[in-house]
């Protein structure tokens, strides 16, 4: 089978890819399956279409899978036919990625310096620097894309304060852990009940979502 593997921490430009795989597979007449859970899985990739359809599968949450699945797979992988993409939405871990068979092809999707260092800027105090960056990115970026970064970011910031299993790399966690380090539980709390609110906002036409985020960045950041 062809392997292709779609990740990294830019999820917007990693789903536009898998779009564009599946809008070829389509037109091609190619059989789409998507395949998000490892049950049955080695049936499922073998599985050989009854009208000669070319077999083509998009495997997802394969990072939550366990090692006797993963070893099921790359069986299947290594012989079957057809054409497998692996999406996930952030970087998948090193154990993942050498459980997939040689050869497989590899295509990363980093978020720019520029959204990290954003995000990095992001603790109490520091307004006025997130607000020229916020700027800087917007020009970029559409806003949609780092009001759902800055949620996420939030989310994982709550999660590094409160909760010490985070499926990420050690220096990741202790990267969030010391940003979370600079907020109190309460305002992040706060934060994530802002972002909620605004999101609601947008959604019913009551606010405008470039302008919010500059809100929140000085109200929030104080």
């Avoid at 993942?96 to 050869?103: A, I, M, N, W, Y």
Wanted: proline content about 5%; charged content about 25%; glycine content about 4%.
């Amino acid at each position: 089978m062809k392997v292709i593997v779609l990740h990294g921490d830019n999820e917007r430009a990693s789903y536009q890819r898998l779009e564009k795989f599946i809008e070829v597979a389509r037109a091609r007449g190619w059989q789409v399956n998507f395949l998000d859970s490892p049950e049955g899985i080695s049936e499922k990739l073998s599985r050989v279409s009854l009208f000669g359809q070319q077999p083509f599968f998009v495997i997802r949450n394969i990072n939550k899978w366990p090692p006797s699945a993963l070893k099921k797979t790359k069986k299947v992988l290594e012989k079957g036919e057809g054409t497998v993409v692996v999406y996930h939405h952030d970087f998948l871990g090193k154990t993942t990625l050498e459980s997939l068979p040689k050869g497989v092809k590899l295509e990363e999707f980093k978020l720019p310096k520029l959204i990290f260092d954003f995000l990095d800027s992001f603790y109490p105090g520091n307004a006025k620097r997130t607000l020229t960056l916020l700027h800087q990115v917007l020009k970029k970026e559409p806003p949609e894309f780092v009001f759902a970064l800055l949620a996420r970011h939030v989310r994982d910031l709550y999660w590094a304060k409160t909760d010490s299993s985070m499926p990420y790399p050690p220096w990741r966690i202790q990267k969030l852990k010391n940003q979370a380090g600079k907020f109190s539980q309460e305002a992040l709390e706060e934060i994530i009940k802002s972002l909620s609110e605004t999101d609601i906002k947008v959604k019913t036409s009551q606010a405008e979502l470039a302008s919010s985020l500059d809100l929140l960045a000085v109200t929030l950041l104080k």
